[in-house]
């Protein structure tokens, strides 16, 4: 016999995650990380945000570009920078190695955008990332 799955009074009315609205300054949580390399065989990393606070709120990622070898010097500046700030932002370290485990559960504050996408409807990203202060 199989087992049941007492589901008490219901979830016909469980909300389901929305996004938030866009131009506000919001306390990210990184719940996950990975690093991958992308179609062009470049290095990236991906942390998964939660944002504190919005119980509600969707999951989102932000696609970082790694520093890599072929890119030219203004794109590598730019790749460089945009690292440097995440890290900063979330208060990891800018020089040496990190575990990606270790940047789960860090925080930090960044400005959000809003974008409909066919795929997931109404989700948010990342405008900016705010470095402490």
Known sequence: MGSL???GEGIA???EPKAVPAS???KLRIIDCRQDMDKNQHPYLLPRFD???QPLSKDFTKFIGLPHSELEDKAMARARS???IFLECFGLPTS???D???MVGKTGWAILGL???EQYGEQNYVKKFIAPK
């Open 24 to 26: 506000e300054e919001y």
């Open 115 to 117: 974008e409909e996408t």
């Open 51 to 53: 944002i504190d606070g």
């Open 82 to 84: 945009n690292l440097r």
């Open 96 to 98: 040496g190695q990190i």
């Open 100 to 102: 990606l485990e270790d």
């Open 5 to 7: 799955l007492d589901i």
């Open 13 to 15: 009315d469980a909300p």
